[in-house]
């Protein structure tokens, strides 16, 4: 068994409170003076997942925790990063999910979930009297998640699925 040093700080989050942890080893791959942050774990996606909606998203997810409202309306901004990732052009994010189901890049389900996301995240970014609750969150994120999953995540495992089984075969025949 090999062990490493490593040095973890505990602090306290100024904004929400929470504990944090850091763990400062050498191969810390983020850029805080404290290390990577390992508690709690922030959700990270792949590089299947284009720039600009994986940006969006971990922004989302910094303040999932203190604000729903800004979760809600960042996790409307992921929706129209991946309608911009999928080539989708249109005046508004209704006009564009709805071309995303026209052309069925995405299931029925997905663009239900895509609405009525885009529909809270309206209502947290104008005056609104619907309130924007941690169990809303908790679907946003879901639903938000499992779009990226089927549209970046699975077709890149699929495709590095079949490269595996051509290698393989390769070097058995």
């Given at each position: 068994m090999e062990f490493h040093d490593a040095v973890y700080t505990v602090t306290?989050?100024?904004?929400?409170?929470r504990l944090l942890v850091y763990d400062?080893?050498?191969?810390?791959?983020e850029q805080t003076a404290l290390g990577d942050l390992v508690f709690p774990k922030q959700a990270a996606?792949?590089?299947?997942?284009?720039?600009?909606?994986?940006?969006?998203?971990?922004?989302?997810?910094?303040?999932?925790?203190?604000?729903?409202?800004?979760?809600?309306v960042?996790?409307?901004r992921v929706l129209e990063e991946i309608c911009r990732a999928k080539g989708i052009d249109r005046p508004n994010l209704s006009a564009a999910l709805a071309e995303l189901a026209k052309q069925?890049?995405?299931?029925?389900?997905?663009s239900d979930a895509s609405s009525l996301i885009r529909l809270i995240g309206n209502a947290g970014?104008?005056?609104?009297?619907?309130?924007?609750?941690?169990?809303?969150?908790?679907?946003?994120?879901?639903?938000?998640?499992?779009t990226?999953?089927?549209?970046?995540?699975a077709p890149a495992r699929l495709?590095?699925?079949?490269?595996?089984?051509?290698?393989?075969?390769e070097s058995e025949g």
């Open positions: 306290r989050c100024a904004t929400c409170s400062d080893c050498e191969d810390f791959t996606l792949s590089r299947a997942v284009p720039d600009n909606v994986r940006r969006v998203y971990q922004e989302a997810q910094r303040v999932k925790q203190t604000s729903p409202i800004a979760f809600a960042l996790s409307r069925g890049v995405i299931p029925s389900v997905l970014a104008h005056a609104s009297d619907l309130k924007i609750t941690v169990p809303h969150v908790w679907a946003i994120d879901s639903f938000v998640m499992a990226i999953e089927y549209l970046f995540l495709e590095q699925f079949k490269q595996s089984l051509s290698k393989s075969g």
